[in-house]
């Protein structure tokens, strides 16, 4: 049976609010929250600007934090989640990257956080933008990271949330980017389409909607997924004619040109290359030391179903330093939380865990000391 008009209209909104929790573009006005760090601080702040020399026209813009003391002292490039965000990561008055750069510098531990192309001070194209482009970014970031005064070269690392942790991967793969360790936050071990499609059950029970209905989106959503997914050659416009069929042959009564606008978010280059991607693959290729962390109540990537493959992808690759942990009681912000679902993260006054801060930052330490 294909979704009646109202059916389909329901699964559309919540298609593209799925897409908009992920890219965590939430920027509504929030006060000011508790954690974000106040000046004076007992570290130094330098903003850096640079081209990226892996196309041309980008300059991207961010801030290395020093620590107090003489060098030189390991680091970390810190790599945000999907969609456009600034060097703090920045979501509902939250500041997370922002939080994580103040401990790790108190702890003797450099950083740069960087906003994405398009965002703040950095500029580049979006028309083309992948994760992939968004890689090559953090790429020509840690070649900057690496060569500023008083940073150690041979202990600079990443930490990266969500689609940055696959980022911080692909970093790591590389050997030619000398990546020293990585911490993987709520990182995505299954395919982006079996998420979305947890995210969807989610957020429609919190909305009290029944199984029916719920049946009825996981449906739609795994069909035109595997338009995308099957199709990777088709050109932007013979995919969204794809798409538009598959619609039509669910839902027969719904207007074809409202149709063709919804299902235009499946045929941006980001969507294409990310359903495409499989996380484990990337990281059965990382050799240095790692630490995946999720959180117990992370509704947008279940820590049961990600974890999992990502601890098994290290063990088929042989990485002798590879931890695999879920903490307790935190959401996908890593913010403690009664149920982690997304309509608590504005109410949570806390920005990021201090459980989370030290498991990471005790980690890095012990990976770092005395080399």
């Known amino acids: 049976m294909g979704l009646s008009m109202g059916k389909y209209s329901v699964?559309?909104?919540?298609?593209?609010?799925?897409?908009?929790?992920v890219c965590m573009t939430l920027v509504a006005a929030a006060p000011a929250r508790p954690q974000t760090p106040q000046p004076p601080f007992p570290y130094?702040?330098?903003?850096?600007?640079?081209?990226?020399?892996?196309?041309?026209?980008?300059?991207?813009?961010?801030?290395?934090?020093?620590?107090a003391g003489k060098g030189p002292f390991p680091a970390v490039l810190l790599l945000n989640g999907p969609g456009q965000q600034d060097r703090d990561a920045t979501v509902l008055g939250h500041k997370p990257f922002a939080v994580?750069?103040?401990?790790?510098?108190?702890?003797?531990?450099?950083?740069?956080?960087?906003?994405?192309?398009?965002?703040?001070?950095?500029?580049?194209?979006?028309?083309?933008?992948?994760?992939?482009?968004?890689?090559?970014?953090?790429?020509?970031?840690?070649?900057?990271?690496?060569?500023?005064?008083?940073?150690?070269?041979?202990?600079?690392?990443?930490?990266?949330?969500?689609?940055?942790?696959?980022?911080?991967?692909?970093?790591?793969?590389?050997?030619s980017n000398r990546v020293a360790f990585v911490v993987l936050l709520a990182a995505p071990g299954v395919n982006h389409d079996q998420n979305i499609q947890y995210?969807?059950?989610?957020?429609?029970?919190a909305a009290g909607e029944s199984d029916k209905v719920i049946r009825s989106k996981l449906r739609a959503q795994v069909r035109l997924d595997a338009v995308v997914t099957r199709n990777p050659r088709l050109s932007t416009e013979d995919l969204v004619e794809a798409l538009l069929k598959t619609v039509m042959d669910m839902s027969p009564q719904t207007n074809p040109e409202q149709a063709r606008r919804a299902v235009l978010a499946?045929?941006?280059p980001w969507m294409r290359y990310y359903l495409a991607l499989d996380p484990v693959t990337v990281m059965e290729h990382v050799r240095c030391p790692v630490l995946?962390?999720?959180?117990?109540?992370?509704m947008q990537v279940r820590a049961q179903d990600n974890l999992g493959p990502i601890e098994r992808a290290f063990e088929r690759s042989g990485n002798k330093d590879a931890t695999v942990s879920i903490l307790?009681?935190?959401?996908?912000?890593?913010?403690?939380?009664?149920?982690?679902?997304?309509?608590?993260?504005?109410?949570?006054?806390?920005?990021?865990?201090?459980?989370?801060?030290?498991?990471?930052?005790?980690?890095?330490?012990?990976?770092?000391?005395?080399?």
């Open 11 to 21: 699964w559309i909104r919540s298609f593209i609010g799925v897409c908009l929790s």
């Open 44 to 67: 130094a702040e330098k903003e850096l600007a640079f081209e990226s020399p892996f196309e041309a026209d980008v300059r991207l813009a961010g801030t290395l934090v020093m620590p």
């Open 100 to 175: 994580i750069a103040d401990y790790l510098a108190r702890r003797g531990i450099a950083s740069l956080r960087v906003d994405d192309r398009g965002v703040g001070r950095s500029q580049g194209a979006l028309s083309e933008l992948t994760t992939a482009v968004s890689a090559a970014d953090a790429a020509a970031a840690l070649s900057m990271l690496r060569g500023q005064a008083g940073i150690d070269p041979a202990r600079v690392g990443a930490i990266g949330h969500s689609e940055g942790a696959v980022i911080a991967a692909m970093l790591a793969a590389e050997p």
């Open 199 to 205: 995210q969807i059950e989610n957020f429609a029970r």
């Open 266 to 268: 499946f045929t941006r």
């Open 292 to 298: 995946a962390l999720s959180g117990e109540k992370d």
């Open 328 to 371: 307790p009681g935190l959401n996908h912000l890593f913010q403690s939380a009664n149920t982690g679902a997304i309509n608590e993260y504005d109410k949570i006054e806390e920005s990021f865990s201090p459980l989370a801060l030290k498991t990471f930052g005790d980690w890095i330490e012990m990976r770092t000391r005395g080399k």
